[in-house]
């Protein structure tokens, strides 16, 4: 708490500020230290982005009480500007780890938010000291935490304003960017005489290789057999089945299933169909990939298969493709020990 900025000021206040106990004490025990040593008074390190609180007190040379009004032993960050996912030691830098008070105050109507897997601030392992935000704003987070403390030193909050957080489906690491996988089909009934689909990428099986560029996502294969003949290779655009929000990452809002029945081809006795859907089960998104050499079709709503008159492929979180494009990032108001929200 801050040192008064005018009127009596004593040599007891000063103590209780910076040193704490009842000992005798010096206005001399109390020259600005240097930074990354155990003065009570400490400098700042040149990687520490916060204000210091405490900068009017001199190292050397004369010390009166004077320089001590309105100072008080604290780092604080001041956030007046939107922002999103900050990491306390990277504020703090070499002082995070200091036995020393740091403070982040979110100012009114300011926001900090968090880029999904991430939390909007992350106090890391390693913090001495204090540890405090003052929230006159808005602390929120999807799919991640809005505070997260790892550390080992409790977080206290004075909650003015709003702090809010929730766990969010999100793409994995590898189809947040550009990237190709392996996608195996269900279905595959209906005779012998052409059961085949796959990529070479991936060797012989039932599969085919799914490809994101940008915002686009393609299905595609090399071997398609049908009548015991491969009619070649071949893909289909299955960007539908995949709802994006404005960044290019999964719409998390986005509840509507999807769904393509399609075809690739056909050579005698046989025509490829193709199927691609995707769904909410249970709070997170579903994803199918059917394939078979007979007239078939894909059906979600309350009654969900893959099926033609002479076979049936139930879809469900066994058959779902999920783990090969989508994670669940976990989240919540609060992680660790966080006291006063």
Not at 282 to 290: A, D, M, P
Request: glycine share 14%; net charge negative.
């Amino acid at each position: 708490m801050a040192l008064q900025a005018s009127g009596a000021i004593s040599l007891d206040d000063i103590r209780t500020e910076f040193i704490g106990g009842s000992g005798a004490v010096s206005l001399l025990d109390l020259y600005k230290g240097a930074a990354g040593g155990n003065a009570p008074v400490r400098d700042k390190a040149a990687n520490n982005t916060a204000t210091d609180l405490s900068a009017g007190i001199p190292s050397a040379g004369a010390i009166a009480f004077d320089d001590f009004y309105g100072t008080e032993r604290t780092f604080q960050l001041t956030i007046s500007a939107n922002t999103s996912d900050k990491n306390a030691s990277t504020i703090f830098g070499d002082d995070y780890t200091g036995n020393y008070n740091k403070r982040v105050v979110v100012n009114s109507s300011i926001t900090v938010s968090n880029t999904l897997g991430t939390d909007s601030i992350l106090y890391p392992s390693g913090a001495g000291g204090t540890l405090q935000i003052t929230n006159n704003g808005t602390i929120s987070a999807v799919g991640g935490y809005a505070i997260n403390n790892a550390s080992s030193v409790t977080v206290g909050v004075t909650n003015n304003g709003t702090v809010s957080g929730t766990g969010a489906d999100a793409f994995n690491s590898s189809f947040s960017g550009n990237t190709s996988a392996q996608v195996n089909w269900v279905g595959g009934w209906g005779g012998a005489s052409g059961p085949d689909m796959y990529h070479s990428d991936y060797g012989s099986g039932f599969n085919c290789k799914v490809t994101r560029s940008g915002n686009t996502f393609t299905a595609s294969w090399t071997y398609n057999e049908l009548d015991y003949a491969n009619i070649g290779a071949g893909s289909t655009n299955i960007s539908s089945i995949f709802p994006l929000d404005g960044s290019g990452n999964l719409d998390y809002n986005d509840t509507s299933e999807y769904l393509i029945n399609t075809n690739a081809g056909s050579n005698g006795r046989d025509t490829r169909d193709l199927a691609f859907g995707s769904k909410i089960v249970s709070g997170v998104r579903e994803i199918w990939f059917g394939s078979n050499n007979k007239d078939s079709t894909m059906t979600l709503g309350g009654t969900m298969s893959y099926s033609n008159s002479t076979g049936s492929v139930a879809l469900n979180t066994s058959t779902s493709r999920r783990s090969v494009f989508f994670q669940y990032s976990t989240g919540g108001n609060t992680n660790g020990s966080v006291t006063g929200v």
